[in-house]
């Protein structure tokens, strides 16, 4: 069956809304948190030399960025048809590439030409390495997007704090950008002490950020829900974090090869306004925000709040369906969702939460809605007398339900 016959009997299928398998991403610099759900045999099913799974990548039509060994399709989300012939499966990137607007609506297709965002579960144990992700123009230079980032920190996912349970973010206020240029060349020397010209906040269980490109952040342990532009490009400029050495290489990861070796480049990526305003928190701290007066939502049977609201290129809810609650829920624009908590229905579908996944297992709690479907609008049930459903729902750039 050719891919638009796979991609259109899916949308079929699903009255408009594609099943989708469970993505995996390993990290060959990262240790995994252990919180994503993966069978503990699993973490490191990939290899030694590929590192541990500490990401799963959800609604993705970007591939990662891993080096000369990546795997085939690896980042990219698989649409799952299953029937009397058995199970087929396709990318959701090349289904939108078939299908478009039918998927993704003829606004996103008619300005993008592709689905411009995914979004990921990031669970690391320690803290990251103080790293930037360039703006359009330095990602240009290597043939990618520039890339802004929101992080949101599920409750479901963070019975424990990891190893350090606080964000760096930006650069202090009085610190110089000589300061900051001899870290970056003191890279090779051990621990380049970047972090002492950065502030670190706690982190918190219900709340997130926003990362715009051009921000320095070393995120700490929470596992995190992570909405993003479609990109996976990043440089790290801290040597040395949580006693593990970084490789030169990813300092210049997303450097021209003929301007490996030019710090006043690494420098410029750096929107420095940006890291040394003083009212970092004010500014990109996010709490949720409900999407309509609160009693009326209750009174309908669930609650619905912005997480992630700051960025143009994204945005995100988490939706409550209320115990033994039948809802119908619409949007304006078509999203990606992964089921967090309960079991229940989603329009035609059965979803549950899993508690252990093995690698390449198929499951029933992620799911991406068409635009005509969200418009429409889905029917949730939830049949259980104790337990909620709750649905995190990530979308693309402007989306027209995002008044504040």
């Given at each position: 069956?050719?891919?638009?016959s796979?991609?259109e ?16 991403v ?9 919180r994503?759900?993966?069978?503990p ?23 990662a960025e891993n ?11 698989q649409i ?7 199970i ?10 078939e ?48 890339k ?22 930006g ?20 621990d ?10 706690r982190l ?28 996976d490009?990043?440089a790290?400029?801290?040597?040395l ?26 420098m ?15 500014k ?7 999407v ?11 609650s ?7 960025n ?17 829920i ?29 690698y ?27 337990d909620?459903i ?7 750039p ?7």
């Amino acid at each position: 069956m050719g891919l638009s016959s796979i991609a259109e009997k899916a949308l079929e299928q699903g009255k408009g809304i594609l099943r989708l398998a469970p993505t995996w991403v390993p990290r060959s610099f990262c240790v995994p948190g252990r919180r994503i759900k993966l069978h503990p045999d699993d973490y490191y099913v990939l290899g030694g030399e590929r590192g541990g799974i500490d990401e799963r990548w959800l609604s993705s039509t970007t591939p990662a960025e891993n080096g000369p060994l990546t795997g085939e399709n690896e980042g990219l989300s698989q649409i799952v048809l299953e029937d009397e012939s058995g199970i087929q499966k396709v990318t959701l990137r090349d289904a939108v590439e078939e299908l478009k607007g039918q998927i993704i609506g003829d606004r996103l297709w008619d300005q993008y030409k592709s689905w411009p965002m995914y979004s990921k579960f990031f669970d690391n144990m320690g803290p990251l390495p103080h790293h930037i992700h360039h703006r359009d123009e330095h990602a240009a230079m290597v043939g990618q997007n520039g890339k802004p980032e929101a992080y949101y920190f599920p409750p479901q996912l963070n019975n424990h704090g990891g190893d350090f349970p606080y964000t760096f973010i930006g650069i202090a206020p009085g610190t110089t950008k000589e300061q900051i240029k001899e870290c970056l060349m003191n890279f090779t020397k051990g621990d380049n002490k970047i972090t002492n010209y950065s502030q670190a906040f706690r982190l918190e269980p219900g709340t997130g950020w926003d990362v715009p490109p051009g921000m320095l952040h070393a995120p700490g342990s929470l596992c995190t829900y992570e909405p993003q532009k479609a990109s996976d490009i990043f440089a790290m400029y801290q040597s040395l974090v949580n006693e593990a050495v970084i490789p030169e290489e990813l300092l210049w990861k997303g450097t021209p090869k003929d301007r490996i070796g030019d710090y006043d480049l690494l420098m410029e990526v750096i929107d420095w306004d940006l890291n040394v305003n003083p009212n970092l928190m004010e500014k990109h701290f996010m709490r949720p925000k409900p999407v309509k007066d609160v009693a009326v939502m209750a009174e309908e049977g669930y609650s619905e709040n912005w997480i992630c609201y700051k960025n143009e290129a994204y945005s995100a809810k988490e939706l409550t369906v209320f115990p033994g609650q039948t809802v119908t829920i619409t949007d304006a624009a078509a999203y990606g969702m992964i089921v967090m908590q309960g079991h229940g229905k989603f329009g035609v579908w059965d979803i549950e939460t899993p508690a252990l996944i093995r690698y390449g297992q198929l499951t029933n709690d992620e799911y991406f809605v068409s635009e005509a479907a969200a418009v429409e609008g889905v029917v949730i049930s939830n049949p259980s007398k104790t337990d909620p459903i709750v649905i995190l729902k990530h979308f693309g750039p402007g989306n027209p339900d995002l008044v504040l």
